[in-house]
C-alpha cells in the first residue's frame, strides 16, 4: 500500500519520540524523570468536571451545531470582551476539537498548493507541519535569542513574497516562554497591514504570564487589525483541560464559516459533554486558574536559578507558559557530544531526566524543559542535570 505524499514529508514529533523512551526506560524499571510534558499537572477544576457529569445526566450527549454550542460562543465572546475588549458576533468563532484542530481547520481553508506562511523560530512542533498538509510553504525566520527569541518588522518584511499569505505569532511562546509587547506587536502589524498578510495569533497560554509580564492581543490594538487577525485560543492550558479537546478560533467571518463547513465533514462537532465543561470554565470561578498560575510562577523563579548556575546552560527567563528553554551548546561540547539531541539522549541513558531536544523546534542549540510538574521533582531533575555535568568535567 502506497501512502499520500502529503503524509510522506511529515516529521515525526520531537516530543512524542523522547517521551516515548522514557516510558520505555521507565517500563524497564529505571526511575526516569519526564520534563517533556506539554499539559500542566493539575487536574481539572471540580466544577467544571461537575458541569460535565451534569450535562451526561441531562441527556446533552447528542450532536451540537458544527461551529460549537450558542452557549459556548456566548462565553467565548464575554471573555474577548472582559480579557481584551474585543468584540465577536457569534459568526465570527467557531470552537474546535482542540486549538491544535482549529489552527489545523485554518490552514486547510486558507492555503493553496505553493501558498507561504511565515513561522517565527523556534516554533511550536506543530506549525510546519499542519502549512504542509494543507499544501502550504513554512518559510522560517529566526527569532533570536538575544531578542528574546522574537523576530523584528525588519526580518518578517525580508521574509514576504509574493506567495506570502499568513504570518504566525505565538505570545507566549512554546516553547521559549517569551512574550511580544504592546510596541513589538503594533510594530509587526504594520507591516502585516501594508502587505496584507493574515495574522494567525495563537493565545493559548495567555492566562500563564509571570512577573510584570502582560499578555496582549494583536487583535485589541486596532479595528485594522483584528480585521487582519484570526486569533486562536482554548481551555486546554488555562484550566487544565488538555484532554477534553476545546479550542476555538476567532476572527473573519468568512474564513469562520469555510472552517465550520471543513469541521462539519471532518469531526461532525467538538464532544458535546467537553462543550458543556467549556462553559462552566468560563462562567465559572477563576481561582484555580491564578492558582495554577501563582504554581507555576513559583516553580520558575526557583527552578531557574538552580538551572542556570549548571555548567554549560545559558538561559534567557521566560515570561509566560511553562517551559524553559535553555542554550546547552556549550553543555554539550563540555559532555563530549557533536550536538545538543546526543547530549540529551545522553542525558536520558545516564541521568534518567528526560528533556525535548530543541530541534524539533527549530532551535539546534536549545532543549526544552517543561516545569508542569511538581517542585520536588524539579529540584530532583535539575540537581541529576549538575551532576552528570559535574562528572563530565572531572573526567574532561
Not at 525580508?158 to 499568513?166: F, S
Not at 492558582?291 to 515570561?319: D, H, S, W
Not at 539522549?345 to 511538581?374: H, I, M, Q
Amino acid at each position: 500500500m502506497k501512502l499520500a505524499k502529503r503524509v510522506a514529508s511529515l516529521t515525526p514529533s520531537a516530543t512524542l519520540a523522547i517521551t516515548a523512551k522514557a516510558k520505555e526506560l521507565k517500563a524497564a524499571g529505571y526511575d526516569v524523570i519526564g520534563l517533556g510534558a506539554g499539559e500542566p499537572d493539575f487536574n481539572t477544576p471540580q466544577h467544571i468536571i461537575d458541569a460535565a457529569v451534569k450535562a451526561m445526566n441531562e441527556g446533552h450527549t447528542k450532536y451540537t451545531p458544527s461551529g460549537g454550542l450558542p452557549a459556548l460562543k456566548a462565553e467565548i465572546i464575554k471573555k474577548f470582551e472582559k480579557d481584551q475588549q474585543l468584540h465577536y458576533e457569534p459568526s465570527e468563532i467557531i470552537v474546535c476539537v482542540g486549538a491544535k484542530h482549529a489552527l489545523y481547520t485554518l490552514f486547510q481553508v486558507i492555503l493553496d498548493e505553493g501558498d507561504e506562511v511565515i513561522i517565527p523560530t523556534p516554533y511550536w512542533v506543530s506549525y510546519p507541519e499542519q502549512v504542509k498538509l494543507a499544501g502550504g510553504v513554512p518559510v522560517y525566520v529566526k527569532g533570536l535569542e538575544e531578542n528574546e527569541f522574537k523576530i523584528t518588522p525588519e526580518q518578517l518584511k525580508a521574509a514576504i513574497t509574493e506567495r506570502t499569505k499568513a504570518v504566525i505569532i505565538n505570545s507566549p511562546s512554546n516553547p521559549t516562554g517569551m512574550i511580544y509587547t504592546e510596541e513589538e506587536l503594533k510594530a509587526l502589524g504594520e507591516v502585516c497591514l501594508e502587505h496584507d498578510i493574515l495574522i494567525v495569533s495563537d493565545e493559548i497560554y495567555e492566562k500563564l504570564v509571570y512577573g510584570n509580564a502582560k499578555h496582549v492581543s494583536i487583535a485589541q490594538l486596532s479595528p485594522e487589525l483584528k480585521a487582519q487577525t484570526i486569533v486562536i485560543n482554548g481551555l486546554s492550558k488555562s484550566h487544565s483541560m488538555t484532554g477534553w479537546r476545546i479550542g476555538y478560533a476567532a476572527g473573519n467571518k468568512e474564513i469562520i464559516k469555510a472552517m465550520t463547513d471543513l469541521a462539519s465533514h471532518s469531526t461532525s462537532n467538538p464532544t458535546s459533554i467537553a462543550q458543556y465543561a467549556a462553559i462552566a470554565a468560563y462562567s465559572g470561578s477563576q481561582e484555580p486558574v491564578e492558582e495554577m498560575r501563582k504554581a507555576f510562577e513559583e516553580r520558575l523563579n526557583i527552578i531557574y536559578e538552580k538551572l542556570v548556575q549548571i555548567p554549560g546552560f545559558t538561559c534567557v527567563k521566560p515570561q509566560g507558559a511553562f517551559y524553559l528553554f535553555p542554550n546547552v551548546r556549550e553543555a554539550a561540547k563540555i559532555a563530549g557530544y557533536d550536538t545538543v539531541d546526543e547530549f540529551v539522549k545522553a542525558l536520558l541513558e545516564e541521568a534518567n531526566v528526560a528533556l525535548v531536544p530543541g530541534s524539533g523546534f527549530g532551535a539546534p542549540d536549545n532543549v526544552r524543559l517543561s516545569y508542569a510538574t511538581s517542585l520536588d521533582v524539579l529540584e530532583k531533575a535539575i540537581e541529576r542535570i549538575k551532576q552528570f555535568m559535574e562528572n563530565k568535567l572531572q573526567h574532561a
